[in-house]
């Protein structure tokens, strides 16, 4: 089991930036590919980006590359999101997500991941 528990969400004007955490427990990350996914009101769960167990592929939504950096630290059991750049349309709850993983593979669908975090509140005002 591995219990996923998000942080650093908040309100934020935008072109502002926020940095988002997911601490992990109960396993040790190197073993999970992992990623986050966002749900605005009244929308799906969507893809925004992922990264390999030990963090040598990554993989990221159009609409956040050149703004938004994935990253890991197995030592800490933890997964990074820095968010750059912010625009009101990236108002959403943020997860994280994990799945045993023992390849390079990352994975950009969300019914490929096992373990979800609670989510963290993002919202962008103009």
């Known amino acids: 089991q591995v219990q996923l528990v998000e942080s650093g969400g908040g309100l934020v004007q935008a072109g502002g930036s926020l940095g988002l955490s997911c601490a992990a427990s109960?396993?040790?990350?190197?073993?999970?590919?992992m990623g986050w996914f966002r749900q605005a009101p009244g929308k799906e769960r969507e893809f925004v980006s992922a990264?390999?167990?030990?963090?040598?592929?990554?993989n990221y939504a159009n609409f956040v590359k050149g703004r938004f950096i994935i990253s890991r630290d197995n030592a800490k059991n933890t997964l990074y999101l820095q968010m750059d750049s912010l625009k009101p349309e990236d108002t959403a709850v943020y997860y994280c997500?994990?799945?045993?993983?023992?390849?390079?593979?990352?994975?950009?669908?969300?019914?490929?991941?096992?373990?979800w975090g609670q989510g963290t509140q993002v919202t962008v005002s103009s």
């Open positions: 997500a994990a799945v045993a993983d023992n390849s390079a593979i990352v994975y950009t669908t969300h019914t490929r991941y096992y373990y």
């Open positions: 990264i390999s167990r030990f963090g040598g592929n990554t």
């Open positions: 109960g396993r040790t990350i190197g073993n999970y590919a």
